[in-house]
């Protein structure tokens, strides 16, 4: 044990000394998620305390101002207090810390004709402070002249001369203090006596005079770096630091070129009739930052000089209509009052013209007056408008409003598209790092998974899914982890497991709630196949082997109560638990769920349901009733619709159809789109007696009923002579019919003895009594 810890010390200092020349070779470490782990492995004081300098360095090098950085190193000189390079890092900007250490010479003023109580207590107050400051000016001198000795053995002149002048000075201060103590000591004794002299006291306005001189000679020392105010940076360059945005940044930086050759142009005296309109359009799902681009347009528009404010007045539908007449148009007077000279920016714009609007409702009014306001003698021109929203929606709106539309040229429209995983994860690195963390790069990975886990759908948050994901993580980690000092880097380090999504208490398996099924055996097996297939194709997908095509869309036939519903739901919760869907959940839908009564309305009907089904299975039941003879009818749109969204949505979607064996053909045999999309069938059967009777058996179990031999023995007889419509749906509800017979037969007889017992037996009349009324 002891040989195989002085083999990993030996192997850490080697390694060690492997990233400290690598560091002074590049100035910064490659594999620093490398030295992060060795770190966390390191136990020995003195080599951990070179290993966080050499990490802390490496960032310090990659960006100059880093408080992560700074913390390690504080964390090193504690390791090691004679850490060189650390010391020599903070001997750069520890002098500045210095600056204070003469506010506590402050005295109050000393008059000559105070009378004997008053001089005697301010004596005494002059010769506290002397005590208090030079009881720790020998502490500050020790570390300037450490420090300046440091600086002078590196050769870092400049820095020896700053330390060197404040010593020199801090000296002369030590001495004149002692002076002014030893005045102000002999000034408190005269006052005791009959006679006191005034040299006492013109001793001490002499050294006071001259500490006011050092005190200024002192901040002079620190007005060597003066810190001059940096201007603010450009729209432009902040628009080409961030992440992603390669297409909106190209346009921008077009529109910006234009407006500044345009700037350019007029200065040169050349008339310009028909300026660029500034009013925009940005469209992209939640997180594509349309909100930071809409306030870059607004500062761009003022460096130009096209708008004399860079403000921008953010407002939404919310803030704009009223709920009488008259309000609306006050408030959006009052809005754009407040946008003069800047930029207005109306988020989810589309809200205002809701679909179906009644006369109650003023968005359209508040449209109208924005219009009239922008192109008026009063305000026109002189703000610019940007509309933002999903692109679909804002199309839609800006079409049904012409008005409005021909104020945005369509060189104006601007589209955010979504993130990659790949941005999002530097966007997550960064967030991190904002908060003075770092990832793993198994965190990372981690990321990358959840990111595709909520991928699923337009409401995907993009930039604002990746920040909750990280603050969820900083969250975690600082309530799983108890506070120590032990370890910096635990306050540090955001790793896989605090990206961990917290598991819900084991439930049933879909697997086993398929075995557990009645009946259906043919079914389950071919279920089982089919999804061992996918498995497969998954692990060479992962493995990178070609995989054969998957096809999931199903067809479910049979005929009512034989358990479609149910196995669809198991279905997606396979499929969820094999990777193929993300969410797993089960939408079940009918004709009412898509066909609308108004031409143009079925389509967007039924892409909502469709995006409400995402990341799992539409379960479409009767779907054969889609298709109508009636003229007129919109149910051809909705087919064509969904051929169209399945191959948008690929594995994101999968679709069954449910419904009678020969109608569904019908339905498959309308639209040959719609027929190569369905691979699948699967074919429910009637359920036989012995199945029914357990499925009455297990419903009547699940509630604590049991059923009397004879009892049974009439289910059997009625069951095998009787076809009954419905199937497992008929067996639930003749159960509850049962329950009901038994509750009456028992309540209705007063002083029933051992009512108990006989609450959880269900009789041979209880079963009469439901079958006769199930067969009326």
């Not at 930039?463 to 309530?479: E, H, Q, T, Y």
């Not at 948008?648 to 999968?654: A, G, Q």
């Amino acid at each position: 044990m002891i040989q195989q810890q002085t083999n990993q010390h030996i192997n850490s200092n080697e390694r060690l000394t492997q990233w400290e020349t690598e560091l002074d070779e590049k100035g910064f470490i490659t594999a620093e998620n490398e030295l992060l782990t060795a770190i966390r492995h390191q136990n020995n004081p003195i080599t951990l305390s070179s290993m966080l300098t050499v990490a802390a360095l490496s960032r310090l090098n990659r960006k100059n101002q880093d408080s992560l950085a700074q913390a390690w190193l504080t964390k090193a000189l504690e390791l090691n207090p004679d850490n060189r390079k650390a010391k020599i890092y903070f001997i750069q900007y520890d002098w500045k810390k210095k600056k204070d250490i003469l506010d506590i010479l402050s005295f109050p003023s000393i008059r000559e004709t105070d009378n004997r109580t008053a001089k005697k207590k301010i004596a005494e107050q002059y010769i506290q402070i002397c005590q208090n400051f030079l009881s720790e000016a020998d502490d500050h001198q020790e570390d300037l002249t450490e420090k300046m000795n440091l600086a002078e053995a590196l050769g870092n002149e400049p820095l020896f001369d700053q330390y060197k002048k404040l010593s020199d000075l801090l000296t002369t201060t030590i001495e004149i203090s002692g002076n002014l103590l030893k005045a102000a000591e002999e000034y408190e004794e005269s006052i005791k006596g009959v006679f006191h002299t005034a040299t006492y006291y013109d001793d001490i306005k002499l050294h006071m005079t001259s500490l006011e001189e050092i005190k200024k000679d002192w901040q002079k020392l620190f007005e060597v770096e003066e810190e001059f105010e940096q201007p603010s940076e450009k729209a432009l360059d902040q628009l080409n630091e961030m992440i992603g945005m390669n297409v909106v940044r190209k346009r921008v930086n077009d529109f910006y070129q234009f407006l500044k050759y345009q700037k350019e142009r007029k200065e040169l005296g050349f008339q310009i009739k028909d300026a660029l309109s500034l009013n925009m359009v940005l469209t992209g799902n939640p997180g594509t930052g349309k909100t930071t681009i809409a306030r870059l347009l607004a500062k761009l528009y003022h460096e130009l000089e096209v708008l004399p404010r860079p403000e921008v007045i953010e407002t939404d539908r919310s803030q704009l209509v009223g709920a009488f007449v008259g309000q609306t148009e006050e408030n959006v007077r009052a809005v754009v009052e407040r946008a003069i000279g800047g930029v207005l920016f109306i988020d989810e714009a589309y809200s205002l013209k809701r679909e179906g609007q009644s006369g109650n409702d003023y968005g359209q009014t508040a449209v109208d007056t924005l219009v009239s306001l922008m192109t008026g003698k009063e305000y026109g021109g002189k703000f610019a408008v940007i509309l933002a929203g999903y692109p679909d929606e804002m199309r839609i709106f800006l079409d049904a409003n012409p008005g409005l539309r021909s104020r945005f040229p369509q060189s104006n429209l601007i589209h955010l598209p979504n993130y990659s995983n790949e941005e999002l994860v530097l966007i997550a690195k960064s967030i991190a790092s904002e908060n003075d963390y770092i990832l793993t790069e198994e965190a990372e990975l981690e990321i990358n998974h959840r990111l595709d886990q909520e991928r699923v759908d337009d409401t995907f948050g993009n930039a604002r899914s990746v920040r909750n994901i990280v603050l969820d993580a900083i969250f975690k980690k600082g309530s799983d982890h108890p506070t120590s000092n032990e370890d910096i880097l635990t306050y540090t380090i955001l790793d896989k497991d605090d990206f961990g999504v917290e598991k819900t208490e084991s439930r049933e398996s879909p697997f086993e709630k398929l075995e557990r099924l009645i009946g259906l055996t043919e079914l389950k097996g071919e279920l089982e196949t089919l999804i061992s297939f996918v498995k497969m194709q998954q692990f060479r997908k992962e493995k990178g082997l070609p995989t054969v095509p998957i096809q999931l869309h199903s067809v479910f036939t049979g005929n009512p109560g034989t358990g479609k519903t149910t196995v669809a739901k198991i279905y997606a919760e396979l499929l969820r638990e094999c990777g193929m869907l993300k969410r797993g959940h089960l939408i079940v839908a009918s004709r009412a769920d898509f066909v609308a009564g108004y031409v143009g309305q079925t389509a967007g009907k039924t892409k909502k349901k469709i995006r409400e089904a995402l990341g799992g299975v539409l379960f479409i039941d009767e779907a054969y009733s889609l298709l109508s003879q009636t003229a007129g009818d919109f149910g051809k749109e909705v087919v064509d619709t969904l051929v169209d969204e399945m191959t948008k949505h690929n594995e994101n979607l999968v679709v069954v159809l449910a419904g009678y064996p020969k109608e569904m053909d019908q339905l498959l045999e309308s639209n040959p789109g719609l027929r190569s999309r369905f691979k699948k069938f699967f074919l429910f059967p009637e359920y036989s007696a012995v199945e029914l009777l357990a499925i009455i058996e297990i419903y009547l179990g699940g509630f604590q009923y049991q059923i009397s031999a004879g009892a049974k023995a009439l289910l059997k007889q009625s069951i095998e002579n009787n076809t009954y419509k419905g199937n497992g749906r008929f067996a639930t509800n003749l159960s509850d019919e049962m329950i009901q017979a038994q509750a009456m037969r028992l309540m209705g007889k007063a002083g029933e003895e051992d009512l108990l017992e006989k609450a959880i037996h269900i009789e041979r009349e209880d079963v009469e009594k439901a079958l006769k009324k199930m067969t009326l």
